[in-house]
Each structure stands twice: as structure tokens, then as C-alpha cells.
């Protein structure tokens, strides 16, 4: 195998598929990235796989010779990404040759100054990626780009860290004819976006389209919302395939694979209340910026912001009592309807809400001091954002 390609394309698809890379392999091999040079088409791939998350990248390059090998991943990364800019010939011999004595494959790679070499595994002994066979209308959508990158934006964050819940370390997305639904929780909050999924080709398949649902784990979506970030066009399609345990996303040069979460998704829409006693309008920036100096104290006690709604002034009032060190009170106005509340949240959880609500204006909707509140923006995307407060202690 011989090829010829330049350091940027090299270093780039490698920093993104080497983060399907294991910290601790289970199999030496997986601690590699396949290379796999084609001679007739002059492209070049790229994929790790832990057997979970398997991510493949490709591009073009000036292939002599075609092949494939296996490459320990961070060495040939840490390698390339210090490289100057320019073309690299990357080429594979037998150690043999190139060190009498020794067994085994080396790929020797030659920038414009310098030579590196490292030593490699055969290709024989990477795992297979997942294919999802027999594709059916029922297993398939094509999903357009930005409309993944909105509902990922807004509901990642929300996704649980708990292991022992697993089916809540994902994002559970539904695919509807021209929706898409996204929807997170860790039993503290939720957020659920919907976007349009409006496709300019209909065809016969895609008209009989019921709906697809699968959760997904946010570690995957997340590598996938940064393949959508580095994609040089963010209009063309993304292809959905989905099946038993397995789940696979395609765009031009790029192919992310996942197995899926098992588990029943919580029944999400019926945590959200229909009907609300008070109900206020107030600016985002505002309020947030408020948060983050009152988290200053915060932070050094509890995390806990109370937040008080005044109808008469029309004002809502953040306050925060870190004993032995200090406290904090910010007001701001805001269009309030409904009674005089007190209400406590976890300033984290409000923080982390108010950054992924894409709007100037919010509103915000609740009943009792520790019933659900419910954020939505007044324009833009179609999101609901659920936090539970907190108990205030007196």
C-alpha cells in the first residue's frame, strides 16, 4: 500500500474517528484505526470501532497503491497533528525489511522533512462495522442536517450520567414524515425539541412513512453533532438506518454507527402539565446573566437559587443564602399573571436550560412551589423545557 495526501486532510479525519477509539481496549487491535486505500476510486478511509460507537470517515487522496492496515490510533494522531502543512506519503512494508529480526508490519510515514515509522497490525484482524441489512421504508429515513443539529443542541444536555438508568444516557428521537422529536431526561428535567424534517424529494416510500423511534446514547449523538459541525455542507441528507440493537447515520464522507439503548423510554409527554396557575414573560439574556453571578455563591453551598415572582411590582427576584459566606439578590422585570410564589431550583439545572432555549423572550409556566415549571421560547424552535424545583428549607 502506498498513498500520497495532505497533512490536513489526514490530521482532521483522524482527530474525529479516533474518538471511537477505546481508552482501554478490550482487544489490542481496537486500540487502532483501520486505514483502507482504494486505487481505483483514490479515496482513503479511516474507522475505529470499541464495538459499541464505530465512527468511518473518508477523502480523497492520491492512492499508488491500494490496501489496508491498522494503525495505533493515538500515536499516528499525536504524529500527524504535529506535522506542517503539506503533502505525506504514507506507505506499509513487512518489519522484516526494514528491521532484520523483527515480525510483523510498519507504516512509514514521509513529510516534506523527516521520517516516522510505527509499527502496525494487519487489517484482517479489525472488526467488521454493524450494516443494517434488508433495508426497509420502516428502517430508513433521510433526515436533513441542520434539523438534527437544532433538536441535538437543545436536548443533549439533559440526557442522565447514571449508568445503573441506562436507557436515560440517550436521546430518544422520533421520526415522523416531516418531524423530528428529540426528547431527554434524567428524572430531574426534560427537554424536548421538535423540528422540521421536510424533505424537497417525496417519493412513494417516503409518502407511506408512519414513524420511526429509537434512543439513542448521547455519547454517540454527540460525536455526531461534531461530524455535522465539520461537515462542509450542512444541506445534504443524512441517512438514518435502524434495526434491532443498531442503529447507523450516513452523510457524504462520513459514517457513525451505534447500538441502541434497550429499555422503555419514559412516557415523557405526560409529564408535562396542560394547565397552569401562573404563567410569566421575561427576557433570557437577562435572566441568565443574573444566574451565573448569583452561582458565584451558590456554588459554595448547595447549588439552590430561590426564585420569587411578585404580581404587583411585576418583578421576579433571585436570591441565594450561603451561610458562613454570603448572599446575593438580583430582580428583574417581567410580565407576571397569577399569584405571589416562592420557588427553589437547582441553579445548574436552570443554567443549563436557559443556554439551549434559542429565544430573546422565554416563557415560563407553573402551578405549585414543587410541581413542574415548564420554559418554552416565544419564537424559533419548537421546545419544551421541563425543571423540577427544590424543596426550600426554612
Known amino acids: 500500500m502506498k498513498l500520497v495526501c495532505t497533512q490536513s486532510d489526514l490530521s482532521t479525519n483522524l482527530s474525529l474517528t479516533s474518538r471511537a477509539v477505546p481508552s482501554r481496549p478490550t482487544h489490542p487491535v481496537l486500540a487502532n484505526v483501520l486505514l483502507q486505500a482504494d486505487a481505483e476510486t483514490n479515496r482513503v478511509s479511516l474507522t475505529a470501532f470499541d464495538l459499541n460507537l464505530g465512527i468511518r470517515t473518508s477523502f480523497s487522496a492520491e492512492v499508488e497503491e491500494g490496501g489496508a492496515i491498522a494503525i495505533p490510533a493515538k500515536l499516528l494522531n499525536d504524529i500527524t497533528s504535529r506535522l506542517s502543512e503539506g503533502e505525506i506519503t504514507l506507505e506499509d512494508e513487512s518489519a522484516s525489511v526494514s528491521s532484520p529480526g523483527s515480525e510483523g508490519l510498519i507504516v512509514t510515514l ?92 417525496k417519493d412513494v416510500e417516503t409518502e407511506n412513512f408512519a414513524s420511526l423511534e429509537v434512543t439513542v ?50 412516557a415523557y409527554r405526560q409529564l408535562i402539565p396542560r394547565e397552569f396557575e401562573r404563567e410569566l414573560t421575561l427576557d433570557r439574556r437577562q435572566l441568565l446573566n443574573a444566574l451565573e453571578r448569583i452561582a458565584v455563591l451558590a456554588d459554595q453551598k448547595n447549588n439552590i437559587v430561590k426564585v420569587s ?16 459566606v454570603g448572599s446575593a439578590t438580583e430582580s428583574m422585570s417581567a410580565q407576571i399573571s397569577g399569584e405571589n410564589i416562592d420557588i427553589a431550583f437547582n441553579i445548574k439545572y436552570l ?23 415548564i420554559f418554552t421560547p416565544l419564537s424559533g424552535l419548537k421546545m419544551t423545557y421541563l425543571a423540577m424545583p427544590v424543596q426550600l428549607r426554612s
Do not use: W
Open 110 to 201: 514521509t513529510p516534506k522533512s523527516g521520517r516516522y515509522q510505527v509499527r502496525a497490525m494487519g487489517a484482517e484482524d479489525f472488526p467488521e462495522l454493524p450494516v443494517i441489512e434488508n433495508v426497509e421504508t420502516r428502517n430508513f429515513a433521510s433526515l436533513r442536517a441542520t434539523a438534527l443539529i437544532e433538536g441535538l443542541r437543545g436536548s443533549l444536555f439533559a440526557t442522565s450520567t447514571d449508568e445503573t438508568k441506562q436507557v436515560l444516557t440517550g436521546v430518544h428521537l422520533t421520526v415522523k414524515q416531516d418531524t423530528l422529536e428529540f426528547a431527554a431526561t434524567d428524572g430531574h428535567r426534560l427537554a424536548v425539541v421538535e423540528t422540521t424534517n421536510e424533505s424537497p424529494e
Open 351 to 373: 443554567m443549563e436550560g436557559l443556554k439551549a432555549l434559542p429565544a430573546s423572550e422565554i416563557f415560563m409556566q407553573l402551578n405549585q412551589a414543587l410541581t413542574p415549571v
Open 217 to 266: 446514547p448521547a455519547r454517540a449523538l454527540r460525536e455526531l453533532e461534531r461530524m455535522l459541525a465539520h461537515s462542509a455542507s450542512q444541506d445534504e441528507p443524512v441517512a438514518l438506518y435502524f434495526d434491532q440493537g443498531q442503529v447507523v447515520f450516513e452523510l457524504a464522507d462520513q459514517r457513525l454507527t451505534s447500538r441502541t439503548l434497550e429499555g422503555q423510554y419514559p
Open 309 to 324: 415572582l411578585d404580581n404587583v411590582a411585576q418583578e421576579v427576584t433571585l436570591s441565594c443564602e450561603a451561610q458562613d
